[in-house]
Structure formats: structure tokens, C-alpha cells
């Protein structure tokens, strides 16, 4: 086992970035290849074998673009950087970090943060219809809803519409206490969040007061024709195909569409086809309608989250492996016990 070194310039204003409170993202990039890094006098010396010091070596440079161009260095950026490098991917972070969409109402940036993220970002900027379609955490809603508001901000559309069908988990509407609308409210409360977040609450009650923001179960599309609005579906894993369907069908001109949902996460009947399931077989041959399909990679939450998406995932796959090949066993001995009986 050969051992190398090499030195990478890093100026000091640049260092704590880069290296992180206590040293935290050092030490991750020194886990995850099994090097060493001392930092002296603006410069980086990188002590291990030398695949492991090149790789390492990509992701300093990679993080040093970013710190360069005045970007918040997070723990998600250290992860995602190391993810491409060990899928040997040469994109650069720099290139995703400069897609700014907007500004939340306290000031904070929002772009893309993965690869995935800024496909999903570029698709909604091209396309009339776009399905997003990932796991938990991976800024489905709160980019869909970015753009949605930078939209209506830049007067591209008149009006932002955002719903979500009402499906219960483990509670019966009828039985939560109050009027319809509070019943509801609960259903709605991740899209009131990211609004307020980017919008600011009085900026988004004024609007929705005047009609030009709308929070509405799906129910409600129904009979509507939606002309020059900015319309997010959200939960659409939970939409029945005929929902689906009705949903689709209200779009009229000027309007622009963001489905979003997560296929592991379905709350509707047992045997109910998901609308989002058949809408994404029945129309991925037209142009006008693209799909985003964002993975575990592209979760933005605290890195426990995609460990725990990566997991169930992986437990996933091995349960539907498990099932194709009892079914395959079954179907062997059906044939068998038939040949058995037809004397062959």
C-alpha cells in the first residue's frame, strides 16, 4: 500500500467554510476516503493512497467553487459532492449554485441543491406540465412552489393555485372536530408553510384575499377551467386516476402545471390505482409534459433522511424481489401439477 501526498491551495478566508464548524466537514471527506488533511499557512496537504488523495482532492475543488462564488458551504453540499465523485461524475456544484430561482421572504436564496433538483427546475421553466416524482425531502413542492411564485411575481401568470387531495390517514374526516375548512386545513398545511416561507404571510394573505392564491382540496378543481395560473398538485400518489384525469383536464391557456407525489408513500384503499401511477403510463409519449424523477441522492434534509430513504428503498427492492421469485416458484408448480394431470 502506497501512501502520497498533495498540497491544494486553500486561502484562510475560505478555510472555515470549507472545513466546517469544529472541522465536521473535514472529517467527513477524511471517513469517507481514508485520508489525512492538515491545513497550514492557505494551503491543504492531503496525506493517503493516491486514488483516495485525487478523490479527496476533487471534492476540496469542487467545494472551493462554491465557497468562491460566495455560496453557504452545508453538510448536503460535502455529501453530494462525494456522491458524484464516487459515481465519477465530473458536473460542478458551481453551475447548479448559480440557477437562482428566488428569495424567501427573510432573504435566503433558494436554487436547485443536486443535479436532479435543477433537471426538475429546468423541466418546469421549459414545460407546460411537469410530474416530479421522489421520495421525501428531495424540494419537490418547495421548488415546484418557487417557481410558481417567481412566476406569478414576474407576471407570467395571474393567479398560483395550489391543492392536494383530502386522503385521511388512519382518521375520518367526519370525526375531526369543526367546520369543513378547519377539517381540511390540516390536509394543506405543507403548502401554507413553504407559501409563507417564500411569500411571507402578509404577502400571502393580501394575494389570497384578492382571489390570486388559492389553497384548495382537490375536490374543488372540479368543473373549473384554469386559465393563466401557476397550478400545483401535491400528493398526487394519493389521486384516483378518474381524479387525476379531472385535474388534467381543467388546464387552459397560459397555465403552467407541477404534479408532484412519491409512489412509496400512497395512503389511498387497499387495490386503488394511484392516478399518478396510470398518469405517467398513459402520457409519457407527449412532448409538452415532462417527467422529473428525483432519488434518494437529491434529498435535502437532514443527511439522516436519505440514509433512512436509502434504507427503506434497498428493503424495498429485496421484499419485491423476494415476492417475484415466489411468484415465478408458483407458477412453476401450477405448470408442473398441470402437465401432471394432462399425463405428460
Known amino acids: 500500500m502506497s501512501i502520497t501526498q ?53 471534492v476540496l475543488e469542487k467545494l472551493l467553487e462554491l465557497a468562491e462564488n460566495g455560496a ?47 433537471a426538475y427546475v429546468d423541466q418546469i421553466r421549459k414545460k407546460m406540465i411537469v410530474f416530479g416524482v421522489g421520495p421525501a425531502g428531495t424540494g419537490k413542492t418547495f421548488l415546484a412552489m418557487a417557481m410558481g411564485i417567481t412566476a406569478f411575481k414576474n407576471d407570467e401568470v395571474s393567479k398560483i393555485i395550489l391543492t392536494r387531495p383530502a386522503i385521511e390517514v388512519g382518521e375520518k374526516l367526519g370525526f375531526l372536530p369543526g367546520d369543513l375548512q378547519s377539517k381540511i386545513d390540516p390536509y394543506l398545511r405543507p403548502l401554507y408553510d413553504a407559501l409563507y416561507q417564500i411569500m411571507g404571510a402578509e404577502s400571502y394573505l393580501r394575494n389570497a384575499e384578492k382571489g390570486l392564491i388559492e389553497v384548495a382540496p382537490l375536490a374543488y378543481m372540479r368543473g373549473r377551467t384554469l386559465d393563466n395560473a401557476f397550478i400545483i398538485l401535491d400528493e ?76 427503506y428503498d434497498a428493503y424495498e427492492k429485496k421484499q419485491q424481489r423476494r415476492a417475484d421469485r415466489a411468484d415465478v416458484k408458483r407458477k412453476v408448480i401450477k405448470r408442473s401439477e398441470r402437465n401432471h394431470r394432462n399425463g405428460g
Open 6 to 58: 498533495k498540497a491544494i491551495n486553500l486561502p484562510a478566508e475560505y478555510e472555515k467554510k470549507i472545513f466546517g464548524e469544529y472541522d465536521s466537514y473535514a472529517k467527513i471527506i477524511e471517513r469517507s476516503y481514508h485520508v489525512t488533511l492538515i491545513s497550514r499557512n492557505g494551503e491543504v496537504k492531503l496525506i493517503g493512497e493516491p486514488g483516495s488523495v485525487d478523490r479527496a482532492g476533487n
Open 72 to 118: 453557504e458551504i452545508t453538510e448536503q453540499n460535502v455529501n453530494y459532492a462525494i456522491s458524484l465523485n464516487m459515481e465519477e461524475k465530473a458536473e460542478s456544484l458551481l453551475e447548479i449554485d448559480r440557477d437562482l430561482i428566488c428569495h424567501t421572504a427573510a432573504g435566503k436564496p433558494i436554487k436547485p441543491k443536486t443535479l436532479g433538483q435543477k
Open 236 to 311: 398526487a400518489q394519493n389521486t384516483t386516476p378518474a381524479q387525476m384525469k379531472m385535474f388534467l383536464t381543467r388546464i387552459g391557456f397560459g397555465s403552467k402545471v407541477a404534479v408532484t407525489g412519491d409512489l412509496t408513500q400512497k395512503d389511498l384503499p387497499a387495490g386503488q390505482p394511484s392516478g399518478l401511477d396510470a398518469a405517467m403510463k398513459v402520457l409519457s409519449g407527449i412532448d409538452e409534459i415532462g417527467f422529473s424523477y428525483l432519488t434518494s441522492q437529491d434529498v435535502v434534509r437532514h443527511p439522516l433522511v436519505q440514509k433512512i430513504v436509502t434504507a
